[in-house]
């Protein structure tokens, strides 16, 4: 199974940039268009500005009864109606990876309530997680999401309840990339 994706931003590929924004810390260069393949980085023939890659991978924080509801509600990607998309590269600092696995679950969902939240969105936004930092990335985590273009309201309102929450406070890279095909 191949669970490596490169993110590939330059002059090709079937998603616009419409907009591309450091929320905290670095930018990342702007871009024309983005290419999503499910190839690593290092087996590109074309590598446009910028890649950006991580991998799928298993739940860490998740417990039984939020991925019984998270599956009854969600959506997969590639929905003919998802013709926005939003690319959100996110770092945390050295202090949230120095915590255990319990203290990030706490902060996580107890404290942030991230899942809680983001259920309330489902099946609107699709979404699909990567991990980036075992593989040396500059981020962390290559978040991505799909929505039709009447849900971009709720996508950003979501956004607002998430980065004011404590689980935020240990986010110092985060850039806001909005895709159109
Ligand atoms: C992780 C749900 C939206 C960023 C997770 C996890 C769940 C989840 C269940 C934990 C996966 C695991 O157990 O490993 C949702 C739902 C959303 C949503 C239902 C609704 C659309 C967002 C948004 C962002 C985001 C909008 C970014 C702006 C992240 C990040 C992680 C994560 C960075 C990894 C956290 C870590 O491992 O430290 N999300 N999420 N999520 N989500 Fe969300």
Redesign the pocket.
Known sequence: MNNHYSFIGGHEGPWRVTRCHAVVGEPVDAVQRLNVVNTPASQLNQRGTWVLQGFTSN????ERH?ITQ?RARQEGLNRPASTCAAL?P?K?NAQWWALSQDE?RAI?EAQSH??EI??A??PE?A?Q?HHSRDLGEPFD?L?W?EFAPEHTDVFDE??VK?RASEEWKYVEREVDIRLLR
């Open positions: 739940v860490r924080y998740a939020e998270l959100i996110i945390k990030r996580f991230h899942t983001g259920l969105y489902l936004i979404r997680l985590f978040t999401f979501l956004l998430l």
